[in-house]
């Protein structure tokens, strides 16, 4: 089976940086994906990683280590408008590449 | 360039009665998503198709569920009858590409009620 693990909840503060963790375990394991996902709107892509390092992407950013199953995404200045949750999600070796989404994180960026 | 629609947006009906959903995809995607998504949790995948065909369907209740994509365009999603259990998001996702990771672009969703 597939486990993606997440914190359920953050707080941050406007301007700061803030790391959003994500574990998984998969049989077969191919690529990780971060998508935003505003309250009652839809998720949007941030990023993917497939090899190991880091993306960077303005004031996001994320990592991969696949020998260690862990990814983080990095959000920088941030801005009041980052309130929402943040989707880790996983492509298998399938071939189908379909996503396998965690349960989400919900960063809550105070004043 | 035009999103992924979906309709409704909202429903709500009473369980055991049936529902369904319509989805039409970005132009020229060839790959199709349904995924469930209950308050609080991540979605989960309910069916892929690939043009017109069903690659993965595992995790559709098939009992209740019924999905279909008419010409390898647009889809519809059924269920019949529905359960209390079965309140969520529907979302509806595309891509272009088969064979290689890209990302999925996601409808805004039906929210169902069922009271």
């Known amino acids: 089976g597939q486990n993606i693990d997440q914190p359920t909840e953050m707080t941050a503060t406007e301007g700061a940086i803030v790391q959003i963790n994500c574990t998984y375990q998969t049989s077969g394991f191919n690529g990780l994906f971060w998508y935003q996902q505003h309250a009652g709107e839809a998720p949007t892509f941030l990023s993917y990683?497939?090899?190991?390092g880091l993306e960077e992407k303005g004031r996001f950013s994320s990592f991969l280590s696949r020998s260690k199953g862990y990814s983080y995404l990095l959000l920088k200045e941030l801005q009041m408008k980052d309130s929402a949750s943040y989707l880790c999600a996983v492509t298998l070796d399938t071939g189908r590449r379909a996503l396998t989404f965690g349960s989400g994180t919900r960063l809550q960026v105070q004043p | 360039e035009a999103g992924v629609a979906q309709s409704p947006r909202y429903k709500i009906i009473e369980k055991r009665q049936s529902v369904a959903f319509w989805c039409n995809p970005i132009s020229g995607h060839a790959t199709l998503y349904w995924y469930q998504q209950i308050l609080g949790q991540g979605p989960k995948l309910l069916i892929q198709f690939q043009n017109n065909g069903v690659v993965d369907d595992s995790q559709l209740p098939k009992d209740r569920f019924s999905a279909e994509r008419l010409k390898g365009v647009d889809s519809t999603l059924k269920i019949q009858p529905a359960k209390l259990e079965d309140s969520a998001v529907y979302l509806c996702?595309?891509?272009?590409?088969?064979?290689?990771?890209?990302?999925?672009?996601f409808g805004q969703g039906t929210r169902l009620t069922v009271v």
């Open positions: 990683n497939v090899l190991d």
């Open positions: 996702a595309s891509s272009p590409a088969r064979g290689r990771d890209t990302e999925a672009f």
